[in-house]
């Protein structure tokens, strides 16, 4: 071996050194993230194959299909999750289009309402509509006034309490991306579609709707894992009569203290987040989603 | 007017008297998206015990009777707190992680990435039950450290991704050549790069304070004692009754959000001119 061989050597494992080092640098966060995410949630997985006799037994899980108590939640938060969806698709599609259709400083105006209740807390939502919405409320006296129903109509403490509150917590989460998608189409494209004598209504579904379903995959995945684990709007808008996983989860350890039990639904809540975020991930690029939703 | 109905709006033949539907439906929506939340101001100025808008009459009452409670005082200071150490832990710490995943060309920057970002993909009620158990254990369960912990836990993933995002359009040869002119690492990163990333490194900053201030459902399983959050209170009231004091502090809550987004934002457009 020659001397600059040896000395290309070294200067190689210097720098793979020098690489690892830099890496250190993530490991303060990545700790954080072990001792605090990764082990106890490795914990409820052990916990949730533990009986009530301390051996190991699969009774949590058979808890969950043999009761129908059970059945009853994960249907309940599949129809929450997926009417949110559907909603957010149905109300948060024609707004984004309207916002890219706007020249772009008029676009980022109509942005701030989106974004205003993105920023504004979650409880704080809640509570808002808890207020309009109850007996006495806002809507039901307008509504009322104007002659648009007699009676005053239950529309918190229910379902609907919870869409409306979902809906509108979830909007901003399936706007921003279908909005992203739909500014980035090249009107080019509708143009050539315009001139070949495509009608408005042809050249929107055959050229733009295609052209904007990343972002609107990207945005209705987003809604819906956000909603399978929801606690906070339909423990307060639901009064009592929606009941989702998380919140079965919590009162399993607040109420029962059974942690097996708690621990076996976390578990089925988790394989299903990650399952749609799987699916998810063919779409979207994680990197590019700012922003987080923790409710 | 008639002119502008038929005329085009957009590439196609469409005309704004046929679009006419969505401009109207586009209207109502952002209104339906904005009102809601702000109509809770005035609302929390009324004199009366039931919330009405418009008040009948205008009072202070429900701010003072929030100022005047020394349990509501209480969890406002730990929300405080919480929220300001959380921002000084995460921020570090994440900006740290960005910086190191960045420069450290190792094969396995990919899985640490996604490791970092699961907090925010992990349903919350599962990182609450999970720190709860791990509190238990570590004898933290109750006190401010663990709090700040879980909560930095949630913000290390936006601060990693802004800044991180900041740092793929820097020019990572300027830290380079100060580092050939002589400069240790440390120093080239703290002269050169963090002036540059600054912006993104405040918005991570007041996305991390935001972050630990609005979270509800981790507080309610690792704060208590003397230590309940604001917004911990804040949930256990609701699911009691409506009290008016809650509009009031929803208020302060609005204020508080609307000035931590509005910096954001500035240093936000600034960083990118």
């Given at each position: ?28 966060a ?7 995410l990764?082990i ?15 051996t ?10 043999k ?23 149905l ?6 289009y309207?916002m890219s ?12 309402t ?134 079965k ?27 749609v ?8 690029n ?10 | ?42 609302m ?7 919330l009405?808008f418009?008040?009948d ?20 200071r ?10 000084l ?14 420069a ?20 919350v ?87 630990s ?9 690792i ?21 008016p004091?809650?509009?009031s ?14 910096l954001?934002?500035?240093f ?6």
């Amino acid at each position: 071996m020659t001397a600059t061989d040896m000395n290309a050597e070294g200067l190689r494992r210097d720098e793979q050194l020098e690489r690892l080092r830099l890496f250190g640098l993530a490991s303060p966060a990545l700790l954080l993230v072990l001792v605090i995410l990764v082990i106890p949630v490795g914990w409820l997985f052990y916990v949730s194959f533990i009986g009530a006799d301390g051996t190991f037994s699969m009774e949590n899980y058979e808890r969950m299909l043999k009761r129908k108590s059970y059945a009853r939640i994960f249907r309940t938060t599949f129809e929450v999750s997926l009417l949110t969806t559907g909603l957010c698709i149905l109300i948060g599609y024609p707004l984004a289009y309207f916002m890219s259709q706007l020249p772009t400083r008029w676009a980022n105006l109509c942005l701030i309402t989106v974004l205003l209740p993105f920023w504004t807390s979650l409880l704080v939502r809640t509570y808002a509509w808890l207020v309009l919405l109850q007996k006495r409320g806002l809507v039901n006296d307008w509504a009322i006034s104007l002659g648009l129903w007699d009676e005053p109509l239950k529309l918190v403490h229910n379902l609907n309490g919870t869409l409306i509150g979902m809906v509108h917590i979830m909007l901003p989460f399936l706007i921003l991306p279908v909005y992203g998608a739909m500014r980035a189409i090249d009107r080019d494209y509708l143009k050539a579609a315009a001139n070949l004598g495509a009608s408005p209504r042809r050249a929107f579904w055959t050229v733009f709707f295609p052209l904007s379903t990343p972002g609107l995959f990207a945005g209705a995945l987003m809604v819906f894992v956000l909603s399978l684990g929801f606690f906070v709007t339909p423990a307060v808008l639901g009064g009592g009569k929606v009941i989702m996983v998380s919140m079965k989860i919590v009162s399993n350890i607040e109420l029962f203290v059974n942690w097996g039990a708690a621990s076996a639904l976390g578990v089925v809540l988790l394989v299903l987040t990650i399952g749609v975020l799987w699916i998810a991930s063919r779409f979207l690029n994680f990197e590019q989603m700012t922003g987080g939703g923790h409710g | 007017m008639i002119g502008w109905f038929k005329s085009p709006a957009s590439e196609t033949q469409v005309t704004h008297g046929q679009r006419l539907w969505l401009y109207v439906f586009a209207v109502i929506t952002m209104v339906l998206l904005v009102t809601p939340t702000l109509i809770v101001i005035p609302m929390s100025f009324s004199d009366s015990q039931y919330l009405e808008f418009p008040p009948d009459k205008w009072s202070t009452r429900w701010y003072q009777h929030y100022f005047g409670s020394d349990e509501w005082m209480r969890a406002t200071r730990t929300s405080f707190k919480a929220a300001i150490l959380t921002m000084l832990a995460a921020t570090p710490i994440g900006v740290l992680a960005a910086y190191g995943l960045h420069a450290s060309r190792v094969p396995f920057i990919r899985p640490a990435f996604i490791l970092l970002i699961t907090p925010m993909m992990v349903p919350v009620v599962l990182v609450a039950i999970g720190a709860f158990y791990a509190y238990v254990k570590l004898q933290i369960l109750y006190t401010m450290t663990g709090l700040v912990m879980a909560h930095s836990l949630l913000a290390i993933p936006l601060v990693v991704i802004v800044t991180g995002s900041a740092l793929k359009s820097y020019d990572m040869n300027q830290e380079n050549a100060a580092r050939s002119l002589g400069a240790p690492r440390w120093k080239a990163f703290v002269s050169i790069t963090l002036p540059q990333i600054r912006f993104a490194v405040v918005t991570s900053a007041l996305l991390a304070f935001l972050t630990s201030f609005d979270e509800v459902v981790i507080a309610m399983f690792i704060s208590g004692g003397d230590n309940p959050t604001l917004t911990r209170n804040m949930f256990n009231a609701l699911r009691d009754q409506i009290d008016p004091t809650i509009a009031s502090i929803s208020t302060i809550m609005i204020v508080v959000t609307t000035v931590m987004m509005a910096l954001a934002q500035i240093f936000g457009t600034q960083r990118k001119k």
